[in-house]
T-cell receptor, first 114, second 111 residues
Framework: NAGVTQTPKFQVLKTGQSMTLQCAQD?????MSWYRQDPGMGLRLIHY???????DQGEVPNGYNVSRSTTEDFPLRLLSAAPSQTSVYFC?????????????FGQGTRLTVV | DQQVKQNSPSLSVQEGRISILNCDYT??????FLWYKKYPAEGPTFLIS?????DKNEDGRFTVFLNKSAKHLSLHIVPSQPGDSAVYFC??????????FGTGTRLTIIP
């Protein structure tokens, strides 16, 4: 029972490099989202998706792109990494969004941009 | 502008005593609040929720109280156990599809 799987667990990037954080869920959830966790800032929503082909911005979307071509996958792309994007990233999924349904989180990806 | 505020970054409580974690909000347009618990190097996990039509929800040692007139909710843990040491986040959707969270409170249970 995998739940929400994030890869990689750790990543170091140089400023200006690009990369994709992968997120996959096997629970057939429609709603998926990406958060970043920074000290003193809590969990901040980056982007979310209410279903395949539909994405929208969260609180801190700048510098990140997402797409949702399948129900299972919701990758997060950093086109040109900046030190300010050093953070721990969490992907989450739930049956629906906006109705109190429990969200399941992945284990996180710790990203360092140097 | 943070719609959910957890003003206590940390809290230490003796084992066996009550832990009270607080959350304030500014937007009255919400359907529910949820509490999540997070251990180091793990993703957050769902703990308990409360609907806007209730003022209390209880699940074992965990109880959520909602005071809509004060725009305040609290999570009570009784009795507190060492395994409760974690960071706790409260969050809500505020009537839309975005689940947003507060900054979290780090709870330490002292044996």
């Amino acid at each position: 029972n995998a739940g929400v799987t994030q890869t990689p667990k750790f990543q170091v990037l140089k400023t200006g490099q690009s990369m994709t954080l992968q997120c996959a869920q096997d629970m057939n959830h429609e709603y998926m989202s990406w958060y970043r966790q920074d000290p003193g800032m809590g969990l901040r929503l980056i982007h979310y998706s209410v279903g395949a082909g539909i994405t929208d911005q969260g609180e801190v979307p700048n510098g990140y792109n997402v797409s949702r071509s399948t129900t299972e996958d919701f990758p997060l792309r950093l086109l040109s990494a900046a030190p300010s994007q050093t953070s721990v990233y969490f992907c989450a999924s739930s049956m629906t969004g906006g109705d109190g349904t429990e969200a399941f989180f992945g284990q996180g990806t710790r990203l360092t941009v140097v | 502008d943070q719609q959910v505020k957890q003003n206590s970054p940390s809290l230490s409580v003796q084992e066996g005593r009550i832990s009270i974690l607080n959350c304030d909000y500014t937007n009255s347009m919400f359907d529910y609040f949820l509490w999540y618990k997070k251990y180091p190097a793990e993703g957050p996990t769902f703990l308990i929720s409360i609907s806007s039509i209730k003022d209390k929800n209880e699940d074992g040692r965990f109880t959520v109280f909602l005071n809509k007139s004060a725009k305040h909710l609290s999570l009570h843990i009784v009795p507190s156990q060492p395994g409760d040491s974690a960071v706790y986040f409260c969050g809500s959707n505020f009537g839309n599809e975005k689940l947003t969270f507060g900054t979290g409170t780090r709870l330490t249970i002292i044996p």
